[in-house]
Structure formats: structure tokens, C-alpha cells
């Protein structure tokens, strides 16, 4: 069984700064790529930013110079540095780990609210 662990969301005002955090434990062969996601109310889960395992990355263009990915390969764990945040940054952020097997790993969430 694979465990995936979010932290760092809360409630900052815009242009405030927040990091995130997932840890990958468990039964889990070798990570492929992680990455963060985003869901606000009544829209589609997407991509903000991914990294692979040799650190290639790749960000959606709404987050592009505001926030940064970074992993730290031996911990299983992938960070998310959000800087000059938005109210339009507001929705729940999830972890996802992908490893060499294909197999893909969701964690439950966590909520980041940027006030106006």
C-alpha cells in the first residue's frame, strides 16, 4: 500500500507566499515524476506543476515565475514554493506520484485559500 501526504495549505492574503509539501511512503517501487494539482469549486483537477526524477520540470502558465517545484529524491518527497499568490490561486491542491510502473498515487488534498 502507498501513502501520499500533503501539507502547507492554508489561508494567506494575495501576494503572500505558502509551501507545500507531499510525502510518498509505502510499498512504492521507484517515483517516476511528481506533481501538484489543483481543483477549485465546480471546475476540472489541473496541472500546476510537475518535476521528473532527474528534476525536469514543467508548470502550467497561470503558476510560470510565481511558484517553484522541487523534490528531494531521497525522502520521496516534492514541494511547492508559491510565491505572490492570488485569489484565483484558491482551490484544494493534491499530490500525485507516478512511479516506473505506471501506477499513479493521489493524495486527499489540501486546501489553500488566498484572500483579496
Known amino acids: 500500500q502507498v501513502h501520499v501526504v500533503e501539507s502547507g495549505g492554508g489561508l494567506v492574503q494575495a501576494g503572500g507566499s505558502l509551501r507545500l509539501s507531499c510525502v510518498a511512503s509505502?510499498?512504492?517501487?521507484?517515483?517516476?515524476?511528481m506533481g501538484w494539482y489543483r481543483q477549485a469549486p465546480g471546475k476540472q483537477r489541473d496541472l500546476v506543476a510537475a518535476?521528473?526524477?532527474?528534476?525536469?520540470?514543467n508548470y502550467a502558465d497561470s503558476v510560470k515565475g510565481r511558484f517553484t517545484i522541487s523534490r528531494d529524491n531521497a525522502k520521496n518527497t516534492v514541494y511547492l514554493q508559491m510565491n505572490s499568490l492570488k485569489p484565483e490561486d484558491t482551490a484544494v491542491y493534491y499530490c500525485?506520484?507516478?512511479?516506473?510502473?505506471?501506477?499513479?498515487?493521489w493524495g486527499q488534498g489540501t486546501q489553500v485559500t488566498v484572500s483579496s
Open positions: 518535476i521528473t526524477s532527474v528534476g525536469s520540470t
Open positions: 509505502g510499498s512504492i517501487i521507484r517515483i517516476s515524476t
Open positions: 500525485n506520484v507516478k512511479d516506473i510502473v505506471s501506477r499513479t498515487f
